[in-house]
């Protein structure tokens, strides 16, 4: 498929179990309900209304980050080295868990990326961020940076640092330094919210500098002012 769309429900915080909040998620995949708590006409009869959404896979909170790696990204891989582009997006509220996913999955993605490069393949990273519809680079001082459309009527971001990398313990600290320089801000869900949108490009070349595919890792910010 071109798209797959995923759901990883995230557990209860510790402060909502000690305020006696109570579970209204279960996770059946590929199916999510959501359990709405209702009063009828009479106003004192209590009940419980189902709202079901279908996705193409669903994680309950018991499963973990290897579980999603697994599914979803490792069968994609091996396209990078044969002019495939796979794009990650993580999309939810703040606190529901999109950077810790993101961080977890990565991490498997990059062991196996150095696996599967034969033949002398290089990988070249990139990392920037969108904020109040300004663009900045995040391995280079968060210089700012221009979208432009080339002749060819792709979009190109102007000036973007590229670091070619060549061992996984660089690949992870590029990573790594890129989401220690995002634009954060405290939220009542999290002391360090990201509140920018952060995509690092990972590019794979053969050794005459042709590409052969991209990874494309995108962290959006929180989406509950969407």
Do not use: W
């Amino acid at each position: 498929m071109n798209i797959c769309v995923c759901v990883r429900k995230r557990p209860l915080f510790e402060k909502e179990i000690i305020q006696g909040e109570i579970d209204a998620v279960s996770c059946f995949n590929p199916r999510i309900q959501v359990h709405e708590p209702k009063i009828k006409v009479d106003g004192i009869t209590k009940y419980i209304q189902n709202h079901e959404f279908m996705f193409d896979n669903t994680y309950g909170n018991k499963e973990t980050s290897i579980h999603v790696y697994e599914f979803q990204i490792k069968p994609l891989l091996s396209t990078l080295f044969q002019k495939g582009v796979v794009t990650l997006f993580a999309y939810g509220q703040t606190g529901s868990g999109k950077t810790f996913t993101i961080s977890d999955v990565t991490k498997k993605a990059v062991q196996q990326l150095f696996k599967l490069a034969t033949g002398g393949c290089q990988f070249f990273m990139s990392f920037f961020e969108i904020y109040g519809g300004k663009v900045s680079d995040l391995l280079n001082g968060k210089k700012k940076l221009v979208i432009q459309e080339d002749a060819n009527s792709k979009i190109q971001v102007s000036g973007l640092e590229e670091r070619i990398v060549s061992s996984e313990e660089e690949m992870n600290e590029v990573i790594e330094f890129g989401h220690s320089e995002r634009t954060t801000h405290s939220t009542a869900a999290n002391d360090t919210s990201s509140r920018s949108h952060a995509i690092c490009q990972i590019k794979v070349r053969d050794q005459q500098g042709k590409g052969l595919g991209k990874l494309l890792i995108v962290d959006l910010a929180g989406s509950e002012r969407a």
